[in-house]
Nanobody, 129 residues
Framework: EVQLVESGGGLVQAGGSLRLSCAAS????????IGWWRQPPGKEREGAAC????????YYHDSVKGRFTISSDSAKNTVYLQMNNLKSEDTADYYC??????????????????????WGQGTQVTVSS
């Protein structure tokens, strides 16, 4: 059974940090790029970051560049999202998802929800100002 399980969300003050984890199972982890998506209250889901660990390729949304870092640990089948200097606008439900294998790893493909084949259930991040 394919599973993506997010953890690490919570309530944090503006300027603080959180590290989200995405534990994958049931599929060949190294064959997939893993992305972090987020959906702020009342807004559409947006791609925050994506990584293909084996190819050392990453993507970041402009709004998180310099504050968020995505990393991958293939030994643990886990992708992390280190979020620093959090802002109130980072408040959202955060989801990890696996990009369909074989797609080129470009911002154009990484930023389209329909290119992702597996999704987790999400973890909530609330940043208080």
């Amino acid at each position: 059974e394919v599973q993506l399980v997010e953890s690490g969300g919570g309530l944090v003050q503006a300027g603080g940090s959180l590290r989200l984890s995405c534990a994958a199972s049931g599929f060949t982890f190294d064959g997939y790029a893993i992305g972090w998506w987020r959906q702020p209250p009342g807004k559409e889901r947006e791609g925050a970051a994506c990584i293909k660990g084996g190819e050392d390729k990453t993507y970041y949304h402009d709004s998180v560049k310099g504050r968020f870092t995505i990393s991958s640990d293939s030994a643990k089948n886990t992708v992390y999202l280190q979020m620093n200097n959090l802002k109130s606008e980072d408040t959202a439900d955060y989801y990890c998802a696996a990009l369909s294998p074989g797609l080129p790893l470009t911002p154009a493909t990484m930023t389209k929800q329909f290119n992702y084949v597996y999704w987790g259930q999400g973890t909530q991040v609330t940043v208080s100002s």
